[in-house]
């Protein structure tokens, strides 16, 4: 059973079985550090101690508001007592996948050999799918443009963002392509020199732009690091700042804007260093081609055989340099 944390029923599930049960979650959460606090938590570095305790806090936390109603289903539903450590099962702990790449964060020297970050597991574009030609236009038409999307995260004020972004554009003299998502931004008349975008896979989209700002979410993140552009980072909440923060310290886009401070005058003066810093520009496309280099999905079966089968979990290096045969 390989579930994410917010399927509160795959340990459950995977104890009345009495099958493996083994987590999948693309941000560090589970894996208690002193090397950085919680993502989830809206704090930099603690330092060594509290960062290993902010880590244990947030896992209760987030486990808190529904653990009753979740002991109430393992009893009625599966026949099971209550839950008391969900990272424990069939007597030895849950493996714990982490689907991003260590280049990104490297993984620290406290972590258990049940912790492992295989690198990322992309999803290629749909087959057959074709970019509309009024963006392929667009795209030829000028020197790459920017991204801006903010995805799933609702705005309330679309147009008043919308607004913020267009004036960033044209005090920058920097074309855009700007996604609409599902209510971040506003769908209105733009300048020649924006293209308004429904959705398209970053996977082919990214690589054409000159940087990509965004909200910081972990896929989203992700795929503008495989593409090897510089981002900013405009978070909102969870564990954005988190990406945000990870961003800046990599040398691959400034200090996140946080949605609430985000202006012209900021947003501005972070796309004028995203395109014209040459040493982030490169340092962005170094990671990214560490990144395209690694199998992550390879490496994360390569440990679920190993843990399904009762074998020692191979060790971050070791998974590092293994061939697998997907």
């Known amino acids: 059973m390989i579930y994410h944390p917010k399927a509160l029923g795959g340990y459950s599930i995977a104890e009345k079985l009495t099958i493996p049960g083994i987590l999948a979650v693309p941000l560090p959460l589970y894996s208690p550090t002193s090397a950085f606090p919680s993502p989830i938590l809206p704090v930099g570095d603690l330092g060594g101690p509290l960062n290993r305790a902010s880590h244990r806090l947030a896992v209760w936390l987030a486990a808190a508001s529904m653990k009753g109603t979740l002991n109430r289903w393992r009893r009625e539903a599966l026949g099971l007592a209550p839950a008391r450590n969900e990272l424990e099962l069939h007597g030895r702990p849950v493996l714990r996948l982490y689907p991003y790449s260590p280049a990104v964060i490297?993984?620290?020297?406290?972590?258990?050999?049940y912790s492992l970050a295989t690198g990322y597991w992309f999803l290629e574009h749909t087959p057959g799918w074709t970019p509309e030609p009024a963006l392929l236009r667009f795209l030829d038409g000028g020197p790459p443009p920017v991204y801006v999307g903010f995805g799933s995260m609702p705005s309330e004020d679309a147009a008043a963002k919308t607004?913020?972004?267009?004036?960033?554009l044209a005090e920058t003299g920097l074309r855009g392509v700007l996604a609409t998502g599902w209510g971040g931004l506003a769908s209105t008349r733009v300048p020649d020199d924006v293209f308004v975008l429904d959705a398209a896979p970053h996977d082919w989209l990214f690589p054409r732009m000159?940087?990509?700002?965004?909200?910081?979410?972990?896929?989203?993140?992700?795929?503008?690091?495989?593409?090897?552009v510089p981002a900013v980072i405009c978070p909102f909440f969870g564990d954005q700042p988190f990406w945000g923060r990870r961003v800046a310290a990599l040398g691959i886009g400034p200090e996140p804007i946080a949605q609430k401070r985000l202006t012209v005058e900021r947003l501005a003066a972070a796309l004028r260093r995203v395109t014209e810093d040459a040493g982030m520009r490169d340092r962005a496309a170094a990671l990214g081609a560490k990144i395209r280099a690694e199998d992550g999905i390879s490496r994360a079966i390569q440990a679920i055989e190993a843990y399904s089968g009762q074998q020692p979990i191979p060790s971050h290096d070791r998974i590092a340099n293994a061939t697998a045969v997907v």
């Open 106 to 113: 490297p993984t620290p020297a406290d972590w258990d050999a």
């Open 163 to 168: 607004s913020v972004i267009l004036a960033a």
């Open 210 to 228: 000159a940087a990509v700002v965004h909200h910081g979410g972990a896929g989203t993140t992700g795929a503008g690091m495989r593409a090897g």
